[in-house]
Each structure stands twice: as C-alpha cells, then as structure tokens.
C-alpha cells in the first residue's frame, strides 16, 4: 500500500518505528513520514531505508540528524522551523522516541515554544516484552538501562527489591549475563522473571523462570541482539541475623562499609541503621 502523501499539521510528530520487523510500521506513521516537511532522525540512513522498504518518497525534503549528542543549534533551528509553520516527524533508530532513546529535549522545546507536539504510537520493546513475559501486566515500571558502573548498579538493583509491580529494564549483550546473575544475589533466586531478546526478530527468543535459573542459563550461552528483562514483582521475608550476617561479610570483600550496608539492608528489607551497625562491627574485626 502506498502511503497517503498529504500536508501534515505543523508542529513535531514523534513517530514510532519497528523494533525489528520492518512491517511493524502504522498506517498513520507512514502517511506522517510521507507528508512532513522535515524528517529528524537519530540516524538519517536508518530513517531513508525505512521510507524506502515503504515506498514513502524523499522528494527532496530536508533530512536532519537529530540524537543525545546534537549541538543545541540544531535543536533551536528544528523548533523555529516548526514555529514557523513547518512539521517535523521525529524517529529515533527503532521503537518509539523518548522511551530510552532521543527526544525529549527535542520534545521539551518544542513545547516551551507553544509549538504543538503529537505522537504517531506504534511499536515498543517495553510493550511487546511485557506482552510475552507470562507476568503480571496491571501494574509496571519502566526502569531503562541500569548503570555500566557495578557498584552503582548494585545499589539501583537493591532499590528495585520491593517495588511492587513488574519490572522492565533495558540491557546490553555484553552485560546481560553479569547484570542477572546480579540480580539473582541481591533480590533472591526465586524472584520469576522473563529475558526476552529479539523481539519481533528473526532470532526472537523468550526465557521465563525464577531469576536464579535464567543467570544460569545465560552464564552457559552465548549473549547476542537487544535483551529486555521482565521482572515479577518481590516479596519482602523475614530475615535472620546469621543470614543478614552473611551477606554482609560477603558484599564487605568488595564494598566500602556504607555501600555494602546500603546494598544489603535494601535486599534483605531491614533497618540500614541497624544494618550499618553489623557492618561497622564486622569490618573492624577484619
């Protein structure tokens, strides 16, 4: 079907891409693509192969490079663009702009200018993840990428302990395996959970299971593609003293006192004061 070329209102069109399957395209996004002055793209070729496996034509129209790393510049003269009466559609490399990739200042700016901002919904890892993992779906947190610092993933891990919700998190082949295995420790093995990687691809794979099971199973494979981990919500359990005990000695190996108390007394659900006091006794006796 070829898309509906017709004026767009003026104003920044922020519109969602496939995340995998070409054909995961709208209707909408396409007849937005087709007719707008201007295509901001995080990556300009991945934008023109996209009109073009659709049959969405360039006819000359200005293509802008627009991510995280444009100067300010380029920002200012996209939104005098649209004051003046222009519209620009808006896709980042895949999925839907601002959910973990660019735009929001793009976005921001656009709206402290008056200028109107509209979206085109389509595809998202976040959704689809969720739609495949076998957890609950009536409450969620969108949490992204966790830090490529291990101490200060550690700490942003322990403080998703008791959310109450599912949780969707963001991560690279290089670090998916060490980030479960993480996750396992700190919020307990038996916490269910999905590792959804591909989706929508031709590799498409889905992992459910207790989380100590699924960092197994990644410490044995090979990691490869776009990785999405869905996590069940937690359940907080009384603690003994020798288990808190424990898990302090441990994480004092490689933490300075505060972090490993902070660490521990979030994944356990005891008092950090009380906690901070055990490891201040232990590290001394060390």
Avoid: W
Avoid at 154 to 173: A, C, G, K, Q, W
Avoid at 212 to 234: C, M, N, S
């Amino acid at each position: 079907m070829i898309p509906e070329t017709k004026p767009v209102s003026a104003g920044l069109h922020l519109v969602s891409t496939p995340i995998g399957t070409a054909r995961d395209i709208t209707l909408r996004a396409l007849d937005v693509l087709a007719g707008a002055d201007i295509v901001a793209a995080e990556d300009t070729r991945t934008a023109r192969r996209l009109m073009e496996i659709h049959g969405v034509a360039v006819k000359g129209r200005r293509f802008v490079a627009y991510h995280d790393h444009s100067a300010p510049s380029v920002r200012d003269d996209l939104v005098s663009r649209m004051s003046e009466g222009q519209s620009v559609a808006y896709v980042s490399e895949a999925g839907t702009p601002l959910v973990a990739d660019p735009g929001y200042a793009l976005a921001r700016s656009a709206i402290a200018a008056e200028v109107p901002v509209h979206a085109a919904p389509g595809a998202s890892a976040v959704l689809a993840a969720l739609a495949v993992a076998g957890l609950p779906t009536d409450r969620f947190a969108f949490i992204g990428f966790l830090s490529s610092q291990a101490t200060q993933r550690d700490r942003e891990i322990t403080e998703l302990r008791d959310l109450p919700m599912t949780l969707v998190i963001y991560e690279s082949p290089h670090r998916v395996a060490a980030t479960v295995a993480r996750m396992a420790e700190i919020l307990g093995p038996d916490r269910p959970a999905a590792i959804c990687r591909e989706l929508t691809k031709k590799f498409e794979e889905v992992i459910r299971g207790p989380i100590g099971t699924l960092a197994t199973q990644l410490a044995e494979g090979q990691t490869r593609g776009e990785y999405v981990i869905v996590l069940g919500k937690g359940e907080t359990e009384v603690t003994g003293e020798d288990d808190l005990r424990a898990a302090l000695k441990d994480a004092l190996r490689t933490m300075r006192v505060k972090d490993a108390a902070n660490m521990v007394a979030g994944a356990m659900g005891v008092p950090r004061r009380d906690v901070y006091q055990m490891a201040l006794e232990l590290s001394k006796k060390d």
